[in-house]
């Protein structure tokens, strides 16, 4: 956007309170490929992407691999290349550990995420 303004339609709907009522079943999940509310999707952050992105190889985390412009993602703040390390202060090691994170967040009080961009800490909050 370099600054120039932006304006989009967002149309506004009754959100869940928590995502086990949105998927259940997410504790499960063997790899959280796109979450269709948030509007990115995730990749698990392994030894190999790790150095490909020139990262520390032991960097722990879920890469965010796409992000929808008009999403809640993208109007959040995410961007691709972004490694989601904490929800709500819980760690997020693997796809497991993210989604019960996630499955037990509630969306009216906000989710907040620690997000790891360009060798700085960020926190993004969705809601």
């Excluded at 904490?86 to 550990?97: F, G, I, W």
């Amino acid at each position: 956007r370099n600054g120039a303004r932006l304006e989009k339609d967002i149309v506004v709907g009754t959100a869940p309170r928590n995502l086990g009522t949105v998927f259940p079943g997410t504790a499960q999940m063997a790899v959280p490929n796109e979450i269709n509310w948030m509007g990115m999707e995730l990749q698990l952050l392994t030894p190999p992407i790790a150095l490909r992105k020139q990262l520390p190889r032991n960097q722990k985390g879920l890469l965010v691999m796409e992000v929808g412009a008009v999403s809640p993602a993208g109007l959040a703040g995410f961007m691709p290349n972004d490694i989601i390390v904490s929800v709500n202060r819980r760690p997020v090691h693997d796809a497991l550990s993210y989604s019960q994170a996630m499955q037990s967040a509630d969306l009216t009080q906000g989710i907040m995420l620690e997000v790891k961009r360009n060798n700085r800490t960020a926190f993004i909050t969705l809601q």
